[in-house]
Every structure is written in C-alpha cells, then in structure tokens.
C-alpha cells in the first residue's frame, strides 16, 4: 500500500489508522514523506506498528515521485494507492481480495467523496466491469480504491504530469483490458474546491495532453 505525504499533519494519522483497521490484515504501508516541514514525520514514527515502512524522498519533487519511491521498495503481489488524506473503510481489502484472487488483475470499488469547504458528500459510482475503452473516456478507476496484481501486470510507475493517476491506470489497464469494480463504497476521498484537480478545466488539459503526449 503506497501512502504519499507533504504537510499532511491534520490528516494522516486518521488515514494510517484506516488502514491498520482492515479486516485483512496480511500488508505492508509504505508511507514516503516527500520533504515535509510540519509535522508528518513525528505522527507517522508515533504510530508502533510493524506494518508501516516509513521512507524519505529527499527530492521533494512531487506525489508521483514519492509514489514511485514506494513502488520501487513494494515486494508484494498486489500494489494499492492511499493518500495521506484518504479513508479506507475497514473492508475495503479483504472486500477486493476476493476479486483479484478470482483472477482479475485489476479491481476498483465505488467510493465517497467528501468537500471539505462545505462537507458535501457525494458517490462515485462506476459499471461493474470497467474496459480500456471505458477508460479512455474517463478515469474510472479512483485511484484510492484501485489494486493492481503487480505479479502479472509488473510494476507500472507514475510520470510527472497532471492526472499521472490517469496515465498510471491507462497503462495498466492497457496490458488487461478489463477491471471488476466492486459495488459497494470501500473508500472516502477528500476534495478541496481549491484544489488543482478540481478545477474542471485545468483537468480537461490534463486530459488532452495524455491523449495527445502519452498514447
């Protein structure tokens, strides 16, 4: 599980408990603290647990370069993604697990979404089989919610780009071309109307610059 961070003082804590709450308790956290100047470092070397692996990415380039750190130090078969401000609901792995045993090589889930200016809740809700074509239409795959079989796929690492979650889950599901969405809200995102990717037309140019520069 690859946990990027910078300043994130006011939320990882709750993130990094969502996580060592799962009902399936088999994983290991990668957490990169990307050149923080808060707080980030104490709260995450506070919390005992032999799970956690705690790395230091001394670029400070970004959250794709820090995800790339934990997917270059990740030695298992599955790879899932939680940022440092997301919530995972307790089931949530052991939910997917049965999919990706089932011999799907990708699986995603419905989420919630939550805006922090005005405490919003809405869902995200997704087909129950997500294509390659579904997917150069739009993201479907939350990128909080998405697990990947590493051992089939290989390692898939990110680019320095708007949306690299995008071109991160285009790549792999390219190699299989199909993705099983579990039908239940697994995951809660927090999102900021003042937020890059928020902004529907600075994330429509992320989007054409992948289509154009990336495939």
Same mark, same amino acid.
């Given at each position: 599980?690859?946990m990027p961070?910078?300043n994130?003082?006011?939320t990882?804590r709750n993130?990094?408990?969502?996580?060592l709450?799962q009902s399936?308790?088999?994983?290991?956290?990668?957490v990169i603290?990307?050149?923080?100047?808060? @707080? &980030? *470092?104490?709260i995450?070397?506070?919390i005992?647990?032999e799970?956690?692996?705690?790395?230091? /990415?001394?670029? %400070?380039?970004g959250?794709s370069?820090?995800?790339n750190?934990?997917?270059?130090a990740?030695c298992g078969k599955?790879?899932a993604?939680?940022?440092?401000?997301?919530?995972?609901?307790?089931k949530k792995?052991?939910?997917?697990?049965?999919?990706?045993n089932?011999?799907y090589?990708?699986?995603?889930s419905?989420y919630?979404v939550?805006?922090?200016n005005?405490?919003? @809740? &809405? *869902?995200?809700?997704?087909?129950?089989?997500i294509?390659?074509?579904?997917?150069l239409?739009? /993201?479907?795959? %939350?990128n909080?919610?998405g697990?990947y079989?590493?051992?089939i796929i290989g390692?898939?690492?990110?680019k320095?780009i708007?949306?690299?979650?995008?071109?991160?889950?285009l790549t792999i599901?390219k190699?299989t071309?199909?993705?099983?969405?579990v039908?239940?809200?697994?995951a809660r995102?927090?999102v900021?109307?003042t937020?890059?990717?928020?902004?529907?037309?600075i994330a429509?140019?992320?989007?054409?610059?992948?289509?154009?520069?990336e495939l």
């Amino acid at each position: 599980i690859i946990m990027p961070a910078y300043n994130a003082e006011k939320t990882i804590r709750n993130s990094i408990l969502s996580i060592l709450k799962q009902s399936y308790s088999n994983f290991r956290l990668y957490v990169i603290n990307d050149s923080s100047t808060d @707080l &980030t *470092e104490n709260i995450v070397k506070s919390i005992n647990d032999e799970r956690i692996v705690y790395l230091v /990415n001394d670029c %400070g380039k970004g959250v794709s370069s820090a995800r790339n750190v934990g997917i270059a130090a990740s030695c298992g078969k599955f790879i899932a993604f939680c940022d440092s401000d997301d919530i995972w609901f307790e089931k949530k792995l052991e939910e997917q697990l049965k999919y990706l045993n089932d011999g799907y090589a990708v699986v995603c889930s419905n989420y919630e979404v939550i805006n922090i200016n005005n405490n919003n @809740l &809405t *869902e995200r809700k997704m087909a129950k089989l997500i294509t390659y074509k579904n997917m150069l239409h739009s /993201n479907c795959i %939350g990128n909080l919610t998405g697990i990947y079989n590493a051992s089939i796929i290989g390692k898939v690492y990110q680019k320095d780009i708007g949306h690299e979650d995008y071109l991160m889950w285009l790549t792999i599901v390219k190699k299989t071309n199909l993705v099983y969405c579990v039908q239940k809200n697994l995951a809660r995102y927090t999102v900021s109307e003042t937020g890059l990717s928020s902004n529907k037309a600075i994330a429509a140019l992320w989007q054409w610059n992948i289509y154009r520069n990336e495939l």
